[in-house]
């Protein structure tokens, strides 16, 4: 039974009858406690504890989140990002290189290759011209509203890469 069936089912019972269906429970549950072994109780017992420890647990959870002050929160930083990964010479943060020093964010530990193309300015990527524009030509009219917006295009077309 659903909760919303069980809520209307509830709601339509007398108090008479739920204090019958009550009892019943009881009773049922004071057998099947009655019959346990010793180690079917523990079990039972630790499984509650468990129950009540990770209720209490969400409770403190919910309490600091509610109370939660930001300025109190201890600011991480990865430190410089100059690991230049040799297959596709990007650069990463050195906490982030995995054990085998084989970055995996790029190009799959290197298994995927791409052609290596430069631009007028020696750079690694060849941009569209439409691109480079915007990102060169203060005449261009588009050029302002890109400069201010450039992170909110970076991350639209970056999520819609994976």
Known sequence: MTKEKKARWLARQSQESLDRIRAVDAAAYRRRIEAETPAQSQARQERYAEAH???RNRQRIRDEAIHFIEA?????????MNIIYQ???SKNFAAERPS?????????KGKIKLEKSSDALSNDFLYPNFLLDLLT???NPDYK???ANIRSYNSAVSFASM
């Open 137 to 139: 030509n203060p005449n």
């Open 53 to 55: 420890h990770l209720v």
């Open 87 to 89: 297959f596709r010479k």
């Open 145 to 147: 509203n890109f400069q």
């Open 72 to 80: 109190q929160v201890e600011t991480h930083n990865c430190g410089p």
């Open 100 to 108: 085998d020093g084989k970055f995996t964010s790029c190009c799959h």
